[in-house]
Structures are given as C-alpha cells and as structure tokens.
C-alpha cells in the first residue's frame, strides 16, 4: 500500500515550522564564547577542489 503525502500540504506545513521557529527567537549569546582572532572552516566533500578552495583562504 502506497501513501501519498500531498504537497502542498508539506509545504504548508514546513511554512508553519518556520514561523514558529522564527517567533522563538533564543537568545543564543548564552552559548556563545570568547572571541579569539581564529576563525575555522569546515569543508565537506569537495574533492581536489578543496585544496585550492583552502589554498584562496589562506592567503
């Protein structure tokens, strides 16, 4: 048995979520630390790309 899930009920949904994840609004400033000059980057599969993608921001 198949179940279909209509769309635009989906994004109605997903529309709702986020007016509510919008109207929260935590304070996130308690998790929060210390400034430091260092700044890190994650990169996620990006292949050979990466090494030169790396190479731009350390210069």
Do not use: C, D, W
């Amino acid at each position: 048995m198949k179940k279909t899930y209509p769309r635009r009920k989906f994004i109605r949904q997903l529309a709702v979520a986020g007016a509510v994840a919008g109207a929260i609004n935590p304070n996130l400033e308690i998790f929060a630390k210390a400034k430091s000059g260092k700044v890190r980057i994650g990169m996620i599969a990006v292949g050979l790309r990466g090494q030169t993608h790396l190479a731009e921001m350390l210069k």
